[in-house]
């Protein structure tokens, strides 16, 4: 079986039984994968000072940031909201790292209070406000400045950060300004300098250009008597979806790795979609079929509010049925309910379809139960974790009225 017909890591009688007890559409992820993409990027950076810190964007459910907490994960958040979830998962605050341009003082207060490892800081602007709320709370805040090293990732432009045109972190250029700035705030402790230059990379030039770009900063700091501890190259490995061929994990950490020699360096990184993306699918029933003159549709229960990447990025995901029929296969595109003509989760796809076959929407694990939304009043999806074989409820299906619960009729 090719890899694109394939429903690994899962089964079909599994996939079934889930979609019979908790119905369709519904979020399905591997145990196994999940702690073995995380043990493959830990193997890689066996003796290298390191800690990883998962990117809770990419799938923030209680029941994966437990598993990874227990592997002995960090954790990368962009908000208050991500930083409690840690800490209700059972992780250790001490091991979080804080990014986003747009940190408020709530989440800060909060974070100062709950001892994370370091801000990752974006702007001039952040550092006073840190160092602000650290003051008021008699406490010292750890920083690290986000560099913008200008390396273009190669990769969709909404998903590609590292760019001078970016509102991601501070200009390679002013950072040296910046951490003079940073060493002079009472209220600060400079712990390392952090980059993030995108998502879904597939070539490892890129990483390397932006680890060049930022090591020569570290010397740069060196020569003015400012050492860091850590160096935090971010995210950002891509996955394979249909046809790309990613770096492996070990070809990238050696390249990194090779560059880190002899420095003395932590190095952090923030793995986000390469952990998650391959450990899940999103199940979904065919509601109808719908032949056209131009073109054939079908009508499955998952849609856009599900599973935004198609229509925010053109992202492609394998379209698989859990049965597959013997018939000969037809091209469909793949829509769902929603009320937009972007609303499709496959274009073009060859499949021999029933309405009531189960189809498996592959590559989910990562941006899609995390980037849902009740658009049309849809209760988001129920979460599935296959443990040992075995499917447990991780996250039970929104009901319609806690849709509008927070809602008020004005008299
Ligand atoms: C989104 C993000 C990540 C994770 O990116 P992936 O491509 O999922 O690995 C890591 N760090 C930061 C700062 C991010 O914004």
Redesign the pocket.
């Known amino acids: 079986m090719s890899f694109a017909t394939s429903l690994l890591p899962f089964d079909a009688d599994t996939l079934t039984l889930i979609a019979d007890r908790w119905d369709t559409p519904c979020y399905v992820y591997d145990a196994r994968t999940l702690t073995d993409n995380y043990l493959r990027f830990e193997q890689a950076l066996t003796n290298q000072p390191h800690q990883l810190c998962y990117?809770v964007?990419?799938n923030p459910s209680l029941a994966i940031l437990q598993l990874f907490a227990r592997l002995g994960a960090g954790f990368?958040v962009?908000s208050g909201g991500e930083l409690q979830r840690v800490v209700a998962a059972g992780g250790d605050p001490n091991k979080v790292v804080f990014?986003g341009v747009g940190k408020q003082t709530d989440e800060i207060a909060l974070a100062l209070s709950l001892g994370i490892h370091c801000f990752n800081v974006e702007s001039e602007s952040e550092l006073y406000r840190i160092n602000r709320i650290a003051g008021e709370q008699g406490q010292h805040a750890p920083v690290s400045l986000r560099v913008n090293p200008d390396v273009d990732a190669k990769t969709h432009p909404y998903i590609s950060?590292g760019l001078k045109s970016n509102k991601f972190g501070v200009a390679h250029d002013d950072a040296l300004r910046l951490y003079q700035l940073a060493a002079s705030l009472p209220h600060l402790v400079l712990r390392g300098i952090d980059c993030?230059i995108g998502?879904?990379l597939t070539e490892i030039a890129p990483f390397v250009d932006a680890l060049d770009r930022v090591l020569s900063l570290v010397d740069a700091l060196a020569e003015y008597g400012i050492v860091l501890q850590h160096i935090d190259l971010?995210?950002?490995?891509g996955i394979r979806y249909h046809d790309e061929t990613p770096p492996h994990v070990e070809a990238y950490i050696a390249a990194l790795r090779e560059r880190l020699a002899g420095r003395g360096l932590t190095l952090l990184l923030?793995?986000?979609?390469?952990l998650v993306g391959n450990a899940g699918v999103l199940l979904t029933r065919v509601e109808y079929l719908k032949p056209g003159a131009e073109k054939q549709f079908a009508v499955v229960d998952a849609a856009m509010n599900d599973l935004m990447r198609p229509a925010l990025y053109g992202a492609y995901h394998d379209i698989v049925a859990v049965h597959p029929r013997d018939e000969a296969p037809q091209q469909w595109e793949i829509v769902g309910p929603v009320c937009e003509t972007g609303d499709f989760l496959g274009h073009d796809r060859a499949l021999a379809l029933a309405e009531g076959d189960l189809l498996a929407i592959k590559s989910a694990g990562?941006y899609g139960m995390s980037m849902s939304s009740q658009y049309n009043t849809r209760p988001r999806a129920a979460e599935v974790l296959v443990l040992a074989g075995q499917p447990v409820l991780i996250r039970q299906r929104e009901s319609i009225a806690s849709l509008f619960e927070n809602e008020r009729l004005p008299d």
């Open positions: 990117a964007k990419a990368d962009v990014s950060t993030h998502s879904q971010g995210g950002g490995l923030e793995p986000g979609r390469a990562a």
